[in-house]
């Protein structure tokens, strides 16, 4: 039985900073962005959207009355967490109108939840066939104003629905993990805004990758040959590239020249949103799928996931028949297209504006966010979501 990713989509805000105009206001060359990190823009999030309402509003391009029928298992991965103690799982099965049958919770470990989640949920839809599950990939990376990690901002969420014969890839067996304790990014509850060791989580994530890789080729026997693309945790872009230039002389010339043609259309998403820490490695593999014009069904397609603190991870999947879907393709592409270019200016007051809820009662004006879901302010401590 062939267990994979059915349905997959992706939100993000309708507002972006471009990195040339954030280069130049920080006295920086623009190619240090654009060139060096591998960035042209970031996502900028209104205080009107968190992680329920932008998975929610990632779910409504793909969800229908069969999954709610059938979706008994929900699975969120976020590093930025709305509440100690619920989860952002139960807050989203209520807004999707999902059986109230059915577990939901929370995972977190750094950029890794999501990977997690769907480990969790291949191995569940393998037990119970007949049976859905929905994992979630979604966060917003905040650095903080003039930091070193300002330009890695962005935030987003990403949304795949788990099942038997899959329509978009299905996985290929082996998944070889690595962890270790590791102080290369890191945020306290205390914080909105992470603590990262830039130099020294850049070596950890390419010692991880080798890892998991070279376990992988020694327990299933495959090498680089044998896959038609790789895909990456992408906090940003450049990233990715310093973990395929590890391993790239593996493959003959030919080959070499294939793998670096997929990445570049698999990082078209990931340079215009930014960082998604758990949805960055899942934006990654939408963005080949959907922007590739060489894959074909049967490809081999090779994901490596990375939680700082740490945990790595590398398996493979395989593209099935419906992995190209033309609708969600334009949608996704209009979304993207259409945003909103901020000033810096503009950027900055936003991302101030966008702290800690710490208040019982706020109201926050939405009539500016053009999205189905957001958030509309709190009561009694409560957040109070609305659906357009």
């Known amino acids: 039985m062939n267990v994979g990713i059915d349905k997959m989509s992706f939100y993000s805000s309708d507002m972006y900073l471009d990195m040339v105009d954030l280069a130049?206001?920080?006295?920086?060359?623009?190619?240090?962005?654009?060139?060096?990190?591998?960035?042209?823009?970031?996502a900028v999030i209104p205080k009107t959207q968190d992680v329920v309402t932008m998975a929610a509003n990632a779910c409504l391009k793909i969800i229908d009355d069969d999954d709610r029928?059938?979706?008994?298992?929900?699975?969120?991965?976020?590093?930025?967490g709305i509440d100690n103690s619920k989860s952002a799982a139960i807050y989203l099965q209520n807004m999707l109108?999902?059986?109230r049958r059915g577990r939901a919770f929370e995972i977190k470990q750094a950029c890794y939840g999501a990977t997690a989640g769907l480990q969790m949920a291949k191995e569940y839809v393998e037990n119970n066939p007949e049976k859905k599950a929905l994992v979630i990939g979604a966060d917003i990376a905040r650095y903080g104003i003039d930091t070193p990690g300002e330009v890695t901002q962005g935030g987003g969420a990403v949304a795949m629905v788990i099942s038997a014969n899959p329509?978009?890839?299905?996985?290929?067996?082996?998944?070889?993990?690595?962890?270790?304790?590791?102080?290369?990014?890191?945020?306290?509850?205390y914080r909105t805004e992470a603590v990262v060791d830039g130099h020294y989580s850049n070596d950890v994530y390419v010692d991880f990758f080798k890892k998991t890789w070279d376990e992988y080729k020694q327990i299933t026997g495959k090498n680089l040959e044998d896959f038609s693309a790789m895909t990456f945790h992408l906090p940003y872009v450049k990233m990715g590239i310093k973990a395929l230039r590890a391993i790239i002389d593996e493959a003959s010339e030919e080959h070499q020249d294939k793998l670096k043609t997929e990445f570049g259309f698999g990082k078209v998403y990931n340079e215009n949103i930014g960082n998604l820490y758990t949805g960055s490695l899942y934006l990654n593999f939408l963005s080949l799928i959907n922007n590739s014009d060489q894959l074909k069904v049967g490809d081999r397609i090779g994901l490596f996931s990375y939680g700082s603190g740490a945990q790595g991870e590398f398996f493979a999947m395989n593209l099935c028949k419906?992995?190209?879907?033309?609708?969600?393709?334009s949608q996704i592409n209009a979304d993207i297209n259409?945003?909103?270019q901020v000033s810096v200016s503009e950027y900055e007051t936003i991302f101030n504006d966008w702290v800690p809820i710490k208040d019982q009662e706020l109201s926050f004006d939405t009539s500016k966010d053009a999205s189905t879901f957001t958030l509309k302010g709190v009561k009694n401590h409560q957040r109070i979501y609305d659906r357009k």
């Open 322 to 329: 419906g992995f190209k879907n033309s609708e969600l393709i």
């Open 167 to 189: 329509s978009i890839a299905e996985f290929e067996g082996t998944s070889t993990f690595y962890s270790d304790d590791v102080m290369d990014f890191w945020r306290p509850l």
């Open 24 to 42: 130049h206001a920080r006295n920086e060359d623009p190619n240090k962005y654009l060139i060096g990190i591998g960035q042209k823009k970031m």
């Open 338 to 340: 259409n945003r909103k």
């Open 97 to 99: 109108g999902l059986s």
């Open 69 to 80: 029928n059938k979706i008994d298992l929900i699975i969120f991965g976020t590093e930025t």
